[in-house]
């Protein structure tokens, strides 16, 4: 079992920036893999940024030059430094992590960016 605990979530302006954390516990100690998705209204779940254990790095094409992703390896933690934030970030931000048994989720953060 893996839990998940988000922080970092908040109302910015346009503009702003965010850093979002991700702390990772359990029975599980090495993970390849740790990323973010979101949720926005209306929207379906989609995939912002993944970081894997080679240091491959994969963002979505709406953020990218914007949000980075990093890791603490040793923590089992995942970061998202969002810059430049823009009204359509505007969702609910979940930290995942995949693993050979299971996809995990943690129970997800608010990022509001008002215009």
């Known amino acids: 079992q893996v839990q998940l605990v988000e922080s970092g979530g908040g109302l910015v302006q346009a503009g702003g920036s965010l850093r979002l954390s991700c702390a990772a516990s359990?029975?599980?100690?090495?993970?390849?893999?740790m990323g973010w998705y979101r949720q926005g209204p209306g929207r379906q779940r989609e995939l912002v940024a993944l970081i894997r254990g080679g240091g491959q790095i994969n963002y979505d094409d709406s953020v990218a030059g914007r949000f980075s992703i990093s890791r603490h390896k040793i923590k089992n933690e995942v970061y998202l430094q969002m810059n430049d934030l823009k009204p359509e970030d505007t969702a609910v931000y979940y930290c995942y992590v995949p693993t050979r048994g299971s996809n995990y989720w943690g129970q997800g953060t608010q990022v509001t960016v008002s215009s």
């Open positions: 359990g029975s599980i100690v090495r993970f390849d893999a």
